[in-house]
């Protein structure tokens, strides 16, 4: 019998090493195939980049020519460059290939030749001829170029696809070759199995029937049966052997039999026992694991706070208290939540005032006397609990139990106390991403990307509701003369004054933000233009009073110019149209004069 399963047993190892090697193969196979169509990716999206960097740089030039506004061609030689840079790297990804290799260097030839000009004529724009621009632009060559460009590219993009597809193909056929490796290996592996299974079953159904005999007999009271019958296995000889020394050794402890029953039932109320803490530490456990996951997607510090006085009293049930947590300079802890009615100091407590923080480790007093009271409890409590939050070798803050805290309920508190630490700092990350993701770091207001997702939020709510929305473009007068006068600390100085005096001026609904540059944005849902513009005057008229110091010398008085526009149903809903239209109202503030605050041409009509 074991002659015959090793056989088998080896043939299994065959076939299965030979189905592994296959698998391993075909997915080698299958990853080079999937690394083509990456590459193909890239191609793609290099040669749709380089097109697209081109066109933004010919409408920026376009634009600088036909409106002389700088702010137009401010971005054209970046776009030329970013236009250069990818051409060149589309060359470099199709070297492996030769006709798409010279479709990618016939754009790359054609971009650089549009780019010249594209040089040229921003050249003369910076210079002031605006006529030679023009009639460079309008030669039409340039034109040409960008047509040759676009055709260039989109026979290198339709090659391109179609490789793709063909290299889709072959992973697909990579698929189906280790799909049928698949079917076709495992039923011949469940076959071996199968037959190994009867011939071992074959094997020791004799022996196995002989055994079962035997403890029949001993099951019915004869301690004296023997197994005697031959194993013909070297296995089964062992365990008759086992079983016979077994049925010995029984006989030799039936005397003993009242004492053992008497420690088995000791046991059997230690293993009761044991299975009740198991089983409420189980519980405690799915409980804080529900806990954990909530604190974990908590967003706001309310969020935390409501999770806390939820889940805590259900972790340690009759037993008041209140999380603590130390503020950003660590110099005060302050409250987090109570739960179970205990009512607490707001402003909270230093940290020298509780020596669980003091020693790192839980302090507690269970009557009057028995040890030091924290000072923030009071001299009047005779029972509580602090226990110090712990992360990374840090204290981080402090649960303050009203009571005491029982043995059974150790290990509730040390996991309890263990998942709000780890929550803790978590959320303090989220929130410090969050922060920096949306905060333009020099003002501290929101930063444009911020800007623009509230807006086009703003646009829908006010889409479906029917109500007002407003937007402020505004921006500092003359602010190049404090870099040029005093450096570009004392322009960074007048950028966070007039950000302070925006912020403390403006609703706690409206949305302050630092557009670029010197320019910011104000977002003020539920407002028309015209109601804005009178809070906008007394935002300009408390800027201008103002006197900006840095570094010792004062810096002199600043204005700002302000536009308004209000959203319209016909405007894009991306709010680029509603950013335009403010802006056209800040440039016409500027050229009456600055230090104004002026109305879209649409609020103004209707104004009047």
Same mark, same amino acid.
């Given at each position: #019998?074991?002659?015959?399963?090793?056989?088998?047993?080896?043939?299994?190892?065959?076939?299965?090493?030979?189905?592994?090697g296959?698998?391993?193969?075909?997915?080698?196979? #299958?990853?080079?195939?999937?690394g083509?169509?990456t590459h193909?990716?890239?191609?793609?999206?290099?040669?749709?980049? +380089?097109?697209?960097?081109?066109?933004?740089?010919?409408?920026?030039?376009?634009?600088?020519v036909?409106?002389?506004?700088p702010?137009?061609?401010?971005?054209?030689?970046?776009?030329?460059?970013?236009?250069?840079?990818?051409?060149?790297?589309?060359v470099?990804?199709t $070297?492996?290939n030769?006709?798409?290799?010279?479709?990618?260097?016939?754009?790359?030839?054609?971009?650089?030749?549009?780019?010249?000009?594209l040089?040229?004529?921003?050249?003369?724009?910076?210079?002031?001829?605006?006529?030679?621009?023009?009639?460079?632009t309008?030669?039409g060559?340039?034109?040409?170029?960008?047509?040759?460009?676009?055709?260039?590219?989109?026979?290198?993009?339709?090659?391109?696809?179609?490789?793709?597809?063909?290299?889709?193909? *072959?992973?697909?056929?990579?698929?189906?070759?280790?799909?049928?490796?698949?079917?076709?290996?495992?039923?011949?592996? !469940?076959?071996?199995?199968?037959?190994?299974?009867?011939?071992?079953?074959?094997?020791?159904?004799?022996?196995?029937?002989?055994m079962?005999?035997?403890?029949?007999?001993?099951?019915a009271?004869?301690?004296?049966?023997?197994?005697?019958?031959?194993?013909?296995?070297?296995?089964?000889?062992?365990? *008759?052997?086992?079983?016979?020394? #077994?049925?010995r050794?029984l006989? *030799?402890?039936?005397?003993?039999?009242v004492?053992?029953?008497?420690?088995?039932?000791?046991?059997?109320?230690?293993?009761?026992?044991?299975a009740?803490v198991?089983?409420?530490?189980?519980e405690?456990?799915?409980?804080?694991?529900?806990?954990?996951?909530? #604190?974990? @997607?908590?967003?706001?510090?309310?969020?935390?706070?409501s999770?806390?006085?939820?889940?805590?009293?259900?972790?340690?049930?009759?037993?008041?208290?209140?999380?603590?947590?130390?503020?950003?300079?660590r110099?005060?802890?302050?409250?987090?939540?109570?739960?179970?009615?205990l009512?607490?100091?707001?402003?909270g407590?230093?940290?020298?005032?509780?020596?669980?923080?003091?020693?790192? /480790?839980?302090?507690?007093?269970?009557?009057q006397?028995?040890?030091?009271?924290?000072?923030? !409890?009071?001299?009047?409590?005779?029972?509580?609990?602090? =226990?110090?939050?712990?992360?990374?070798? =840090?204290?981080?803050?402090?649960?303050?139990?009203?009571g005491?805290?029982?043995?059974?309920?150790r290990?509730?508190?040390?996991?309890?106390?263990e998942?709000? @630490?780890?929550a803790?700092?978590?959320?303090?990350? /989220?929130?410090?991403?969050?922060?920096?993701?949306?905060?333009?770091?020099? +003002?501290?207001?929101?930063?444009?990307r911020?800007?623009?997702?509230?807006? *086009?939020?703003?646009?829908?709510?006010?889409?479906?509701?029917?109500?007002?929305?407003?937007?402020?473009?505004?921006?500092?007068?003359h602010?190049?003369?404090?870099?040029?006068?005093?450096?570009?600390?004392?322009g960074?100085?007048v950028?966070?004054?007039?950000?302070?005096?925006?912020?403390?001026?403006?609703r706690?609904?409206?949305?302050?933000?630092?557009?670029?540059?010197e320019?910011f +944005?104000?977002?003020?849902?539920?407002?028309?233009?015209?109601?804005?513009?009178?809070?906008?005057?007394i935002v300009?008229q $408390?800027?201008?009073e103002?006197?900006?110091?840095?570094?010792?010398?004062?810096?002199?008085?600043?204005?700002m110019?302000?536009g308004? @526009?209000?959203?319209?149903?016909?405007?894009?809903?991306?709010?680029?149209?509603?950013?335009?239209?403010?802006?056209?109202?800040?440039?016409? @503030?500027?050229?009456?004069?600055?230090?104004?605050? !002026?109305?879209?041409?649409?609020?103004?009509?209707?104004s009047?």
């Amino acid at each position: #019998m074991s002659h015959r399963i090793v056989v088998l047993c080896g043939i299994l190892c065959v076939v299965m090493v030979l189905l592994a090697g296959l698998l391993l193969d075909g997915s080698a196979q #299958m990853r080079s195939s999937l690394g083509w169509v990456t590459h193909s990716s890239q191609v793609l999206k290099t040669a749709n980049r +380089t097109l697209g960097h081109l066109q933004e740089a010919e409408s920026g030039q376009r634009g600088y020519v036909l409106t002389r506004n700088p702010e137009f061609g401010e971005t054209v030689a970046a776009e030329i460059a970013a236009a250069k840079h990818e051409a060149a790297a589309l060359v470099n990804l199709t $070297a492996d290939n030769p006709p798409q290799n010279e479709r990618a260097r016939q754009v790359r030839a054609l971009v650089t030749e549009r780019a010249a000009s594209l040089e040229k004529s921003a050249a003369m724009t910076r210079a002031g001829d605006f006529a030679g621009a023009q009639a460079s632009t309008a030669t039409g060559r340039g034109r040409y170029l960008m047509l040759m460009v676009e055709a260039r590219v989109g026979d290198l993009l339709a090659e391109e696809r179609s490789l793709s597809v063909e290299r889709m193909g *072959a992973v697909e056929r990579r698929l189906n070759y280790i799909r049928w490796l698949v079917l076709l290996g495992t039923p011949l592996t !469940v076959a071996i199995i199968v037959i190994m299974g009867v011939a071992l079953i074959r094997g020791i159904r004799r022996p196995v029937e002989a055994m079962m005999t035997v403890m029949g007999k001993l099951g019915a009271g004869d301690r004296s049966a023997r197994i005697d019958v031959e194993m013909r296995s070297s296995e089964f000889e062992r365990l *008759a052997g086992g079983y016979n020394e #077994m049925a010995r050794e029984l006989e *030799a402890a039936v005397a003993d039999q009242v004492d053992s029953e008497g420690r088995l039932k000791i046991a059997n109320q230690e293993l009761s026992a044991n299975a009740q803490v198991l089983r409420e530490r189980g519980e405690v456990i799915e409980l804080l694991g529900g806990m954990a996951h909530r #604190m974990q @997607a908590a967003r706001t510090d309310e969020e935390l706070a409501s999770i806390i006085r939820v889940f805590v009293p259900r972790v340690l049930p009759d037993i008041p208290g209140a999380l603590y947590a130390h503020n950003n300079s660590r110099n005060l802890l302050v409250p987090i939540a109570a739960w179970g009615g205990l009512e607490v100091e707001q402003a909270g407590f230093a940290p020298d005032q509780c020596w669980a923080l003091r020693r790192g /480790q839980s302090h507690y007093v269970t009557e009057q006397g028995s040890d030091i009271v924290c000072a923030h !409890v009071g001299a009047e409590a005779d029972h509580y609990h602090c =226990e110090p939050l712990l992360a990374g070798g =840090e204290v981080i803050g402090v649960l303050y139990l009203r009571g005491v805290v029982g043995a059974e309920n150790r290990f509730r508190l040390t996991v309890l106390t263990e998942n709000i @630490a780890s929550a803790l700092v978590n959320h303090r990350l /989220q929130r410090g991403l969050r922060e920096q993701t949306i905060r333009d770091p020099l +003002t501290s207001l929101f930063n444009r990307r911020y800007m623009e997702e509230t807006l *086009a939020l703003e646009i829908a709510r006010a889409t479906r509701t029917g109500s007002p929305l407003s937007l402020v473009m505004c921006d500092v007068d003359h602010f190049k003369r404090f870099n040029d006068e005093f450096g570009h600390e004392a322009g960074d100085a007048v950028l966070q004054a007039v950000a302070t005096e925006m912020r403390s001026r403006f609703r706690d609904g409206d949305v302050v933000c630092r557009f670029g540059g010197e320019e910011f +944005t104000i977002i003020a849902p539920g407002t028309s233009a015209v109601v804005l513009a009178d809070r906008v005057e007394i935002v300009r008229q $408390a800027i201008s009073e103002l006197m900006v110091n840095q570094g010792g010398r004062t810096l002199g008085s600043t204005t700002m110019s302000f536009g308004v @526009a209000t959203w319209e149903e016909s405007m894009e809903r991306d709010g680029s149209t509603l950013i335009k239209a403010a802006d056209a109202a800040l440039y016409r @503030a500027k050229r009456e004069g600055r230090n104004r605050v !002026v109305l879209d041409a649409r609020a103004e009509a209707l104004s009047a």
